[in-house]
């Protein structure tokens, strides 16, 4: 599978503030998925999305799938000091189950 | 509900041998995928069992394999390990196969090959 360009790779922020990522891809996807990581566990499934231009909420977390089907970004609003992780995103194509992910943005909160 | 287990949750091997990690999925998933994580090349596609049969690979050479057995538990194989073989497994469990449902991971198995 491809490998999804995800940016920024890290971010260090102050608790409070507004946080923006996104993925691109060159290929369509069906679904966008986004995940949380932190040390030493498993990803967290956070939003998923299926349809384009689809605007999801999870609390303080905002996903859309972009209109082309080859982009999404997610947002976090007033983070707090427990948003710390890497968050990844992951689409899944048309043509096969595999999930394909991005490296994922390393996000630090200072309080 | 119980969430995706997987066991071990950490090995450590020696070269040239093999190891087998587990995974159970959520209750009523019948659709299990392999990844491999490692720093350099992130999160990457193993193989995916739905029902007891293969249905996609990734691009891994043949010493790892897979199975799924008749109640969606999964097992996946790595025989003559590498050094490049260290790793964090993961599994990840879907309710059914088609495209367009969420994947729910495991904890994974942190495997260090010395």
């Known amino acids: 599978g491809q490998q999804l360009n995800q940016s920024p790779q890290s971010m260090f922020i102050q608790e409070g503030e507004d946080v923006s990522m996104n993925c691109t891809s060159s290929?369509?996807?069906?679904?966008w998925l986004w995940y949380k990581q932190e040390p030493g566990e498993g990803p967290v499934l956070l939003i998923a999305?299926?349809?384009?231009?689809e605007l999801t909420s999870n609390g303080r977390l905002t996903a859309q799938f972009g209109i082309t089907r080859k982009d999404s970004f997610l947002n976090i609003s007033a983070s707090i000091p427990s948003d710390v992780g890497i968050y990844f995103c992951?689409?899944?194509?048309?043509?096969?189950?595999?999930?394909?992910f991005g490296k994922g943005t390393s996000l630090l909160v200072t309080p | 509900k119980a969430g995706v287990t997987q066991t071990p949750r950490y090995l450590i091997k020696t070269r040239g041998q093999q190891v087998t990690l587990s995974c159970s999925p959520i209750?009523?998933?019948?659709?299990v995928s392999w990844y491999q994580q490692t720093p350099g090349q992130g999160l990457q596609f193993l193989f995916e069992?739905?029902?007891?049969?293969?249905?996609n690979k990734g691009n891994f050479p043949g010493r790892f394999s897979g199975r799924q057995f008749s109640n969606s538990r999964s097992e996946m194989n790595v025989s003559t390990l590498e050094l490049g073989d260290s790793a964090l497994y993961l599994c990840?469990?879907?309710?059914?196969?088609?495209?367009?449902?969420?994947?729910?991971f495991g904890q994974g198995t942190r495997l260090t090959v010395v």
């Open positions: 990840a469990s879907s309710l059914r196969a088609a495209e367009g449902t969420e994947a729910f």
């Open positions: 290929s369509i996807f069906n679904t």
């Open positions: 999305l299926y349809k384009a231009g």
């Open positions: 992951a689409g899944q194509p048309q043509s096969g189950y595999a999930l394909n």
């Open positions: 209750s009523g998933h019948r659709s």
């Open positions: 069992y739905f029902s007891e049969t293969q249905r």
